[in-house]
């Protein structure tokens, strides 16, 4: 009897759960593709587009989200946005994540200059993670503002050796 109604509890949780909230999302393929990485432990695939959910999502040659970075404009300013998921934008479309709304917010705020926002989000990271890519790309990418975005999470660092020799056996593979 405790097994039973254990069971038909549960069932009738999820019944009310998915009638309130909604079912889970299914994932579309292709997957996000990744590969080691040996100071970052892995990084998204440049040129490997894929979803988040239902939303394309193009890596662009750096390996972040987002369309490819030309050369930099002489009156262009540049912000390089770190983070994880949040900054990166799970399961959201490229105009809804946080960069793309302080680019919208700084173009409509100084209409005179053109603002730039690179989205250097990538899922999971911490902020060791995000560190070696600003020191890796930063050069590059030329941003005159550097914004890290934190979350809670970033306090359980995740060890970069050992990611990225797991991850070396595997070459490239779904995230």
Wanted: contains cysteine.
């Amino acid at each position: 009897a405790f097994a039973l109604s254990l069971v038909l509890s549960l069932v009738a949780a999820e019944v009310f759960v998915r009638r309130w909230v909604g079912a889970p999302l299914a994932e579309r393929e292709p997957l996000c593709l990744v590969r080691a990485h040996p100071t970052r432990g892995w990084e998204m695939v440049p040129g490997k587009d894929h979803y988040t959910y239902h939303h394309r999502v193009h890596v662009n040659a750096l390996g972040l989200r987002g369309p490819e970075l030309g050369a930099r404009r002489p009156e262009e300013q540049r912000v390089l946005f770190l983070g994880d998921s949040l900054t990166y934008g799970q399961g959201v479309a490229d105009d809804e994540t946080v960069p793309f709304a302080l680019e919208r917010s700084l173009r409509a705020r100084d209409g005179a200059r053109p603002w730039t926002v690179v989205n250097a989000g990538n899922r999971a990271y911490g902020t060791a993670q995000e560190i070696g890519l600003l020191a890796e790309l930063g050069a590059r990418i030329q941003p005159d503002v550097v914004l890290l975005g934190w979350f809670w999470n970033d306090v359980n660092e995740r060890e970069i050796e050992p990611t990225y020799e797991a991850f070396c056996e595997r070459g490239e593979f779904a995230f």
